[in-house]
């Protein structure tokens, strides 16, 4: 897919869309980061990386030398459960010997600010690592970057192994850029999670009209559920289409069938353009389900995410750089104790 992106020179490197010639490149970023334990195993695969570019379901942009080898690197992607025009921005990575060249900064404001408006980007969301502050205080300096929840135990520890950068699974700040193109809404907030979310959307300067819900889930709907399992992060993702008296038996049923294939973490996400989003909520409480995050833009509406855990987190590895990540992490945490 050929796009007019302007490339941008940091000193002797170029910053610039990845081209096709890269992706070996890439692959051996990959390689001196994770080693063979990134748990999504297609990034190991050149062929793979290509087309998904081509096909605009993830963009790198990578930082070259001189020479044309790939030192640095970021993508954005998207879901094909999510709407489209919400695209997550991760897995940067820069090879070690480069690192004090803030290359980071640079390519999550390039992303943002350059590539993702000229592709029709509407908004970005992503997930800052907690085995380290440097990627929360990198994203926190590209201008209208906010916080908006904590996802425990994400990542498996083997993917730090070659890096020795962390004793065990590894938590991520979700962080959410200001709206490329917003879409004003009407949002139903859970009462139990008033408060924090009224926090959380006072971070960003989306439109959006708040109020509490107080409608029971519709009788005589069916649930319908998406759903995706990254089995090298052991790790379920359910999405609520559409949401009746029967979700609590259909997420239970997955939550079964995946924790005996290996799940140990568990997320769903709710639509909050819903008069029932607070019945819905406590709905997935009730299957041991708690706060993780506000997602503008999941659904094209606003969603929540909560998030279950198997096996106890320990909040003692959980790193944080900010004062408002920590007061997500305590509320986090409390709700999970409830």
């Known amino acids: 897919m050929p796009w007019d992106i302007p490339a941008k020179d940091i000193g002797e490197f170029t910053m610039r869309t990845m081209t096709e010639g890269d992706a070996p490149g890439v692959v051996a970023l990959y390689r001196a980061i994770y080693g063979e334990h990134y748990p999504v195993k297609e990034v190991y695969d050149p062929e793979r990386i290509r087309e998904l570019h081509e096909k605009g379901l993830m963009i790198r942009v990578v930082v070259v030398d001189a020479s044309g080898r790939v030192v640095g690197c970021q993508a954005m992607y998207r879901l094909e ?53 440097f990627m929360q205080k990198a994203v926190l300096s590209v201008k209208g970057n906010s916080e908006a929840g904590i996802e425990l135990e994400i990542m498996p520890a083997a993917a730090y192994e070659t890096e020795r950068s962390a004793s065990g699974r590894v938590s991520a700040v979700v962080t ?34 708040l109020q509490v819900s107080d409608a029971p889930l519709p009788a005589g709907v ?31 049923s997955l939550l079964g069938e995946y924790q005996e294939a290996g799940a ?29 995050a506000v997602l503008p833009r999941w659904f094209d509406a606003d969603g929540l995410l909560l998030q279950k855990l198997v096996h106890p987190p320990d909040w003692d590895r959980i790193r944080l750089y900010s004062d408002f990540a920590r007061k997500l992490l305590a509320f986090i945490r409390g709700d999970r104790n409830m």
Do not use: C
């Open 264 to 292: 140990e973490v568990f997320q769903v996400f709710l639509p909050l353009d819903k008069p029932y989003s607070g019945a819905l909520t406590e709905a997935m409480r009730r299957q041991g389900f708690f706060f993780g």
């Open 176 to 209: 959410v850029s200001s709206p490329i193109k917003d879409k004003p809404q009407d949002i139903y907030l859970p009462a139990l999670y008033e408060e924090i979310m009224g926090e959380i959307y006072g971070q960003g300067s989306w439109q959006r009209r």
């Open 222 to 252: 069916q649930t319908r559920l998406a759903h995706t399992y990254i089995a090298g992060a052991g790790m379920l993702r359910l999405t609520v289409l559409a949401a009746g008296e029967d979700v609590k038996g259909q997420v239970s």
């Open 81 to 133: 459960e999510a709407f489209p025009g919400l695209y997550e921005i991760g897995q940067g990575m820069v090879l070690p010997a480069s690192r004090a060249q803030g290359f980071t900064n640079h390519l999550l404001a390039y992303t943002i600010q350059t590539l993702g408006p000229a592709l029709g980007v509407e908004q970005f969301w992503g997930e800052a690592v907690t085995n380290h502050v």
